[in-house]
């Protein structure tokens, strides 16, 4: 892992690809860079929100609640991330972990 604030330029780079990526329906490429973001910075909320989103829509709620759990974990500040994780675990029958 490298030092995060230095290799920011570099990961706002493989963001705009993998964005790029993902539009054109490339989905194994994004999925690439998103993988190589999380390389630099495991924390990286943006690229967990994407992944957790992606899972979520292709039904692979398991991992999806796992990314949201980490977001939740690591920053918690929006409530978008709250709502993220609670229908995530709506979706996966888990009421205490929803409420």
Do not use: Y
């Not at 909320?45 to 796992?66: C, K, P």
């Not at 949201?68 to 675990?89: E, K, N, P, Y």
């Amino acid at each position: 892992m490298q030092n995060q604030e230095g290799a920011l330029p570099e990961i706002q780079a493989l963001e705009a690809a993998a964005f790029r990526a993902a539009q054109s329906g490339q989905d194994d490429e994004a999925t690439r860079l998103w993988g190589r973001i999380l390389a630099i910075d495991p924390n990286h909320v943006r690229t967990l929100t994407v992944l957790g989103q992606r899972a979520f829509r292709q039904g692979d709620t398991q991992s999806a609640r796992i990314a949201f759990q980490r977001i939740v974990d690591l920053d918690g500040s929006d409530a978008q991330q709250w709502i993220h994780l609670a229908l995530t675990c709506r979706n996966l029958n888990d009421e205490q972990a929803e409420e």
